[in-house]
C-alpha cells in the first residue's frame, strides 16, 4: 500500500473546491492510487514531460497530478484541478503544462 502525501500546492487547490467536490476527489485520490498508481487504466496515465508531475488521475472533470516514489511507495499529490478542453485550470486560472 502506498503511503499518500500532498504538497503545499496541491493543499491549496483543493481548498478551492466546494466541499462536495473536495470529499469527490479525495475520496478517489484514496479509491485509485493506495494501490498500484503507476498501473495505466482508463483514468489513470503518464503524462507527456512537464515540469509538475509524471502522472495524471482523470475523476470526471477533475484532475490530479501526482509523481510516485516506488522505492519509497509514496503518492505525492502535486497539483488538483479541472480539465475543460485542452486546458488544465488550477483554482480557475489556466496553465500551460
Same mark, same amino acid.
Given at each position: 500500500?502506498? *503511503?499518500?502525501?500532498?504538497?503545499? /500546492? +496541491?493543499?491549496?487547490?483543493?481548498? !478551492?473546491?466546494?466541499? *462536495?467536490? *473536495? /470529499?469527490?476527489?479525495?475520496? $478517489?485520490?484514496? /479509491?485509485? =492510487?493506495?494501490?498500484?498508481?503507476?498501473?495505466?487504466? #482508463?483514468? #489513470?496515465?503518464?503524462?507527456?514531460?512537464?515540469?509538475? /508531475?509524471? !502522472?495524471?488521475?482523470? =475523476? $470526471?472533470? @477533475? #484532475?490530479?497530478?501526482?509523481?510516485? $516514489?516506488? +522505492?519509497?511507495?509514496?503518492?505525492?499529490?502535486?497539483?488538483?484541478?479541472?480539465?475543460?478542453?485542452? *486546458? @488544465? =485550470?488550477?483554482?480557475?486560472? $489556466?496553465?500551460?503544462?
Amino acid at each position: 500500500m502506498y *503511503q499518500i502525501t500532498y504538497t503545499q /500546492a +496541491a493543499l491549496e487547490d483543493l481548498q !478551492w473546491f466546494r466541499k *462536495q467536490e *473536495q /470529499a469527490t476527489i479525495l475520496d $478517489g485520490i484514496d /479509491a485509485n =492510487l493506495q494501490y498500484e498508481p503507476t498501473r495505466t487504466t #482508463r483514468n #489513470r496515465k503518464p503524462m507527456r514531460t512537464n515540469p509538475i /508531475a509524471t !502522472w495524471e488521475l482523470r =475523476l $470526471g472533470d @477533475f #484532475r490530479v497530478l501526482y509523481n510516485v $516514489g516506488e +522505492a519509497v511507495s509514496i503518492v505525492e499529490i502535486q497539483r488538483i484541478g479541472e480539465k475543460r478542453g485542452s *486546458q @488544465f =485550470l488550477f483554482r480557475g486560472k $489556466g496553465e500551460n503544462l
